[in-house]
C-alpha cells in the first residue's frame, strides 16, 4: 500500500532506512525478544494479588502497583545476572580488589551458567544444518557428563594438561556414540530420530540412574552420588574464592568457532548445510547423504557430551542425579533463535545464560518464579518462528523476497 | 583371482541378508532364549517354585493362585522364544513384527520375573491392573497424536498439552467439582491446540517448532503458576480437587483375574477403552475418517474434491487438543487429586513413541501403551522383590525395545506421508 505511493516519489534517507530495517531479519529478532518481554511483564502483572488490590483502590495506584511490580522483576533479574552496578561503581572507587571480584561474581556465574548453553546450541544448531533434529541434546549432556566423571577419577596419576583433555574427550566421545546409533538408525532403517533420541534419552536416564546407584557410587555417602574427580581432571578456574568461573566458557567459544568455521568455510560443512536443506538435489550432485548425517548426529552428540563434561569438571565435580535441567528443550529454543548459526548461538545462549542466572535473584527479590524464563522463551520462540505476527503487530514492510523461517527437516520427508 | 572370487562371497552373503531384517530379529529372539536358558534357569534350584498371586479383591469367584516350577516355568519361556525365533528367521512374522516384538517384550520380562521371583510370590493380577492404568495416559496421547498427524499435522507438543490439561483440570476441579474440572482440561487442551493450528496451519511455522513452543511455554506457565500461587498455603483450596473414585461394572467385574484387571477402574481407564473403540470405527468405517486420513495422505487430492483441507486440518488439531487435555487430565484427577509440578514426567513423549510402535492405529497404540505400563508397573513391583538384577537396567528395556521397533519395523511402514508439511492453496 505504501509502496505504491513512494515508488513515483523521491524518497529520503529515513524512508530508505527504516524500509531496509523492517525488512531485516535483525530487526525481528530484536522485537521478538522485547515483544517476549511486554508479554512477560503483562504475565507478570496479571499474576499478582496486590496489583488487583491497587486497582481496587484506585486506577492510578493499579497502574503504579503494575509498574512497580514490572519494573523491580526486570531490575533484580539485571542485577542478578549483571551484578548491582552501584556495588560495582563502589567497588571500583575503592579500588579493592576483593570488593571489584565479589562485586563482578554474578557477572561471572551467569558466564558459568551460559556455558553449557553454548554447546548444547551449538549442538542442536549443527543438526539443524544438516536437516536433523537432534531433541535428545538432555540425554548426551548426562551420559557425556558421566562419562567424564568415571575419567575423572578413574585415571590417576596424570598431569591436568592430559588428565582434563583426556576427561573432557571421554565426555564428548561417548556424547557422540549417544549421537551417533539414532543417526545410524535414520540411514540405515529410516527411523526418525526425534523418536529415537527422545528414546535414547530414557535409556542414558536409566543407566545413569543404575551407574549412580551402584558401580560408580561413592559409598560414604546416603544419597546416590559419584565420586569426586579428582584435582587432575578440574577445569582451571580463574577466580577461586570468588565464583566457579572457569576455562570451560573459552573451550566453549572455541568449539562454536570451530563449527562455523567448518561449516561455512569447508566442502565437508558445504555437503552438511546442502544435505540439509535438500537432500535430494545434494544425492544427484554425489554428495554421501548417509556419511554427512551419521557423522553430523554423532558430532552433534559429542559437542552436547561436551557440555556434560563441562559441568562435570567445571562446576560440580561429581555426578548426583538431578544433573537434569532442561538443556535438550532450552537449546533447541535457542538454537532456533540463532538461526541455527554458531556465531549466533552465542549471543543467544548469553541471553538464555544471564537470563537464568538473574531469575534466582529476580525469584527472591520480586517473587517472581524462574519459570517466567521459561515464558519469555516460548513467546521469543513463537515470534521468531512466525515473523508475520511481528510484521502486523509494527506493521513492518513484507520483505519482497520470500523469508526464510526457521525450520527442521519434516517427517515427511521420504526414502 | 582374488579381486574375481571376493565380490561373489561378499554378494552371496549380501543375497541371503538382502532384505531380511528378520533373519537378524530371528537370531536376537534365539539368543535371549539362550540366554535366558544358560544363565537364568542354570542359577535356580530345581525345587524353587515361583507364585503369581491372582486374587487382589474379594470377588466372588476366588481362584488358586497359580504356582510353578520356576526351572520348568523358564524352559517353557525359554522354548517360546525359540519358536518365535525359528520362525521370525525363516519365514518371518512381516506386518505382525511389531506385535511380535511386544509380545517378546513381555516374554522377557515374565522370565526375569519367574527367576526373581523364585521362592516367593508376586501379585500378578495386582500388577496387571496397574499396567492397565498406567496405560492410560499413554495411550490417551497416543491418540491425540493419531488424531493430528492423520490429518498431515505434527503434534509433538502432547506433553504441553497434558501438563496444562493436568493443571486446569486440578484448579477448575478444586472450585467447581470434579466434571467441570474435567471440561476444563479439554479446553485447555483444545485452546494450545488452536495455538498450534493456528501457526502451523495459518502461519505454516514449522510444526515441530510450533510443538516445541507449546510444550516450554506449557511446562513454564504451569510450573510459574504452581509456584507462584498453587505451593502457597494461602492458596491451597485451589489444589485440592480430589480424584475419580475406581467403579465395579456390575457382573464383570466378579470374573477372576479379568475382573479386577479391566472392570474395577476409574473413569479413564473406561474412557480410553471406548475412546480407541470410537476413534478406530471413526477412522476406518466413516467418510469422516477418510476425509480425515486423506489430509495426511494427499491433501491436493481432497481438496480437489471439494473436502475443506484447513477447516479438515483445524478441526483434527481441535480433537487431538482435547483429547490430550482430556488425557493430561488424568494426573490430576484421575490418580492423585492435586497438581504437582511436572507431573507428566514425560509421558507425551512416551505418548509419541506409543503413536509409533502403534503404527499410527488406535488400536495398535493401546497395544502399545499396555507395553509401556507394563514397564511401568514392573517399576512398583521390582523393589518388593528381591531382584537379582540391577532394576534400572530392566527398566530400559520398553525404550531399547521401542528403539530397535524403530530401527527394524516400522522403519519401512511409514506415518502418514504429508505429515509436517503446510498445505499450499494453489492460487489461480
Known amino acids: 500500500m505504501t509502496n505504491t505511493k513512494t515508488t513515483g516519489e523521491k524518497k529520503n534517507f529515513l524512508t530508505i532506512f527504516y524500509e531496509e530495517l523492517s525488512k531485516s531479519s535483525l530487526t525481528i529478532i530484536i522485537l521478538s525478544i522485547i515483544s517476549g518481554f511486554i508479554l512477560g511483564g503483562i504475565l507478570v502483572i ?17 497502574l503504579s502497583a503494575s509498574w512497580q511490580i514490572v519494573a523491580k522483576t526486570y531490575s533484580s533479574l539485571f542485577i542478578g545476572s549483571f551484578g548491582d552496578p552501584a556495588k560495582i561503581k563502589v567497588a571500583f572507587a575503592s579500588g579493592d580488589s576483593t570488593a571489584i571480584n565479589k562485586a563482578l561474581s554474578p557477572f561471572f556465574e551467569s558466564l ?8 548444547t546450541g551449538v549442538a542442536v544448531a549443527l543438526g539443524f544444518k544438516a536437516g536433523l533434529f537432534n531433541i535428545g541434546a538432555e540425554g548426551q549432556v548426562q551420559i557425556g557428563g558421566i562419562a567424564a566423571a568415571w575419567a575423572g577419577w578413574t585415571f590417576s596419576g596424570l598431569s591436568p594438561w592430559v588428565h582434563v583433555p583426556l576427561a573432557f574427550l571421554v565426555g564428548a566421545a561417548v556424547g557422540g556414540l549417544w549421537g551417533l546409533v539414532p543417526g545410524w538408525l535414520k540411514v540405515k532403517t529410516g527411523a526418525h530420530e526425534v523418536i529415537t533420541t527422545i528414546m535414547m534419552n530414557y535409556v542414558a536416564y536409566y543407566l545413569i540412574y543404575y551407574l549412580i546407584a551402584s558401580p560408580f557410587r561413592d559409598p560414604e555417602e546416603v544419597v546416590p552420588k559419584t565420586r569426586w574427580v579428582l584435582d587432575s581432571a578440574k577445569l582451571y578456574r580463574f577466580f577461586p574464592d570468588f565464583n566457579r568461573f572457569h576455562i570451560g566458557f573459552f573451550i566453549a567459544i572455541a568449539v562454536a568457532v570451530v563449527v562455523w568455521f567448518i561449516l561455512f568455510k569447508t566442502t565437508w560443512g558445504y555437503e552438511i548445510r546442502s544435505v540439509g536443506k535438500n537432500p535430494h538435489a545434494s544425492k544427484y550432485a554425489g554428495m554421501n547423504i548417509t556419511t554427512v548425517t551419521v557423522v553430523t548426529m554423532m558430532l552433534s552428540g559429542a559437542i552436547a557430551g561436551m557440555a556434560g563434561a563441562n559441568e562435570i569438571l567445571g562446576v560440580s565435580w561429581r555426578q548426583s542425579q538431578a544433573l537434569a535441567s532442561g538443556y535438550g528443550f532450552d537449546s533447541i529454543a535457542l538454537a532456533l533463535l540463532a538461526q541455527n548459526h554458531p556465531l549466533g548461538v552465542i549471543l543467544t545462549a548469553l541471553l538464555f545464560g544471564f537470563l537464568k542466572s538473574g531469575s534466582r535473584v529476580m525469584q527472591l527479590n520480586a517473587g517472581v518464579p524462574i519459570y517466567i524464563i521459561n515464558i519469555l522463551q516460548a513467546f521469543i520462540i513463537m515470534f521468531i518462528a512466525a515473523p508475520a505476527i511481528i510484521r502486523t503487530i509494527y506493521r513492518l514492510k513484507t520483505p519482497s523476497v520470500k523469508e526464510v523461517s526457521p525450520s527442521v527437516a519434516s517427517l515427511s520427508e521420504k526414502k | 583371482m582374488e579381486k574375481n572370487t571376493q565380490p561373489v562371497r561378499v554378494n552371496h552373503f549380501k543375497a541371503f541378508m538382502a532384505g531380511s531384517r528378520h533373519r537378524i530379529m530371528g537370531i536376537f529372539f534365539i539368543l535371549v532364549a539362550v540366554f535366558m536358558r544358560l544363565v537364568l534357569t542354570n542359577s535356580l534350584d530345581t525345587s524353587a517354585m515361583t507364585t503369581f498371586a491372582t486374587n487382589i479383591n474379594d470377588t466372588a469367584i476366588q481362584i488358586p493362585n497359580w504356582t510353578f516350577n520356576s526351572r520348568v516355568g523358564l524352559d517353557v519361556i525359554s522354548l517360546l522364544c525359540i519358536g518365535l525365533g525359528l520362525y521370525e528367521f525363516i519365514r518371518g512374522f512381516k506386518k505382525a513384527t511389531s506385535l511380535v516384538l511386544g509380545i517378546m517384550g513381555v516374554i522377557i520380562v515374565l522370565g526375569f520375573l519367574f527367576w526373581g521371583a523364585s521362592g516367593t510370590s508376586i501379585s500378578f493380577t495386582g500388577m496387571l491392573a496397574v499396567m492397565v492404568i498406567r496405560a492410560v495416559p499413554i495411550t490417551i496421547g497416543a491418540l491425540s497424536g493419531i488424531l493430528c498427524e492423520r490429518a498431515g499435522i505434527v503434534n509433538i507438543a502432547i506433553e504441553g498439552m497434558m501438563i496444562s490439561g493436568a493443571f486446569a483440570g486440578a484448579v477448575i476441579g478444586s472450585i467447581w467439582g470434579l466434571w467441570p474440572g474435567v471440561l476444563a482440561a ?20 514449522d510444526q515441530i517448532i510450533s510443538g516445541t513452543m507449546i510444550n516450554i511455554l506449557s511446562t513454564g506457565l504451569t510450573s510459574y503458576l504452581y509456584i507462584k500461587f498453587l505451593q502457597d498455603a494461602e492458596y491451597q483450596h485451589l489444589n485440592e480437587s480430589g480424584f475419580f473414585k475406581p467403579f465395579a461394572i456390575p457382573l464383570l467385574s466378579k470374573i477372576p483375574v479379568i475382573g479386577p484387571i479391566f472392570f474395577d477402574q476409574n473413569l479413564y481407564v473406561y474412557a480410553m477403552f471406548i475412546l480407541v473403540i470410537v476413534l478406530w470405527i471413526g477412522l476406518y468405517k466413516t467418510r469422516w475418517g477418510l476425509r480425515h486420513r486423506a489430509m495426511g495422505e494427499h491433501p491436493k487430492a481432497a481438496d480437489t474434491l471439494g473436502v475443506n483441507v484447513f477447516r479438515t486440518r483445524y478441526l483434527a488439531c481441535l480433537l487431538s487438543g482435547a483429547v490430550a487435555g482430556f488425557g493430561g487430565s488424568y494426573f490430576s484427577l484421575g490418580s492423585v487429586g492435586r497438581f504437582e509440578q511436572t507431573m507428566t514426567a514425560g509421558r507425551g513423549f512416551i505418548a509419541l513413541a506409543a503413536m509409533i510402535f502403534g503404527n499410527w492405529n488406535p488400536v495398535g497404540s493401546l497395544g502399545a501403551g499396555f507395553l509401556f505400563g507394563f514397564a511401568e508397573s514392573l517399576t512398583t513391583k521390582l523393589s518388593l522383590l528381591r531382584f537379582p538384577i540391577p532394576a534400572e537396567l530392566l527398566l530400559m528395556l520398553p525404550y531399547v525395545i521401542t528403539i530397535i521397533v524403530l530401527g527394524g519395523v516400522v522403519g519401512r511402514s511409514r506415518g502418514p506421508a504429508v505429515g509436517g508439511t503446510p498445505y499450499e492453496k494453489e492460487s489461480l
Open chain 2, 186 to 205: 479439554i479446553l485447555m487442551g483444545m485452546l494450545l491446540a488452536l495455538i498450534h493450528g493456528v501457526l502451523s496451519i495459518k502461519y505454516k511455522v
Open chain 1, 46 to 62: 496479571l499474576t499478582t494479588p496486590e496489583v488487583y488490590q491497587a486497582f481496587g483502590r484506585s486506577f492510578g495506584e493499579g
Open chain 1, 112 to 119: 558459568v551458567v551460559t556455558t553449557p548453553y553454548l554447546f
